[in-house]
């Protein structure tokens, strides 16, 4: 290597070749590096996740959750349009 005025050696990070100063490039992490290894910071490491809401909009609980002992009516319609009942003309009860 031959005298370059105001330019000096410095070993290469990645490689350990040794380099002119001027030929070299400093990376986001620290590392001086030859200009012809240097790797820009790749754009994935700037992207930011974003909050994924993951509620139910207008949920409510189930029949039978909040007092799960009582029997709750089901309301079910038949064909012809009337109310799902047993042979005593009551609606069904399930518990």
């Known amino acids: 290597m031959t005298y370059r005025p105001g330019d000096f050696l410095r070993i290469c990070d ?21 200009k012809g290894v240097y790797e820009a910071r790749h754009p994935q490491d700037f992207v ?6 993951q509620a139910v909009h207008g949920a409510r609980p189930r029949p039978g959750d909040l007092a799960p002992d009582m029997p709750y009516v089901l309301e079910a319609e038949t064909s012809d ?15």
């Open 48 to 53: 930011k996740g974003r909050v994924d809401h």
């Open 14 to 34: 990645r490689t350990g070749f040794k380099v002119w100063a001027s030929d070299t490039k400093e990376e986001w992490n620290g590392l001086i590096v030859m």
């Open 81 to 95: 349009g009337g109310l799902l009942q047993d042979e005593n003309d009551s609606a069904l009860l399930v518990g």
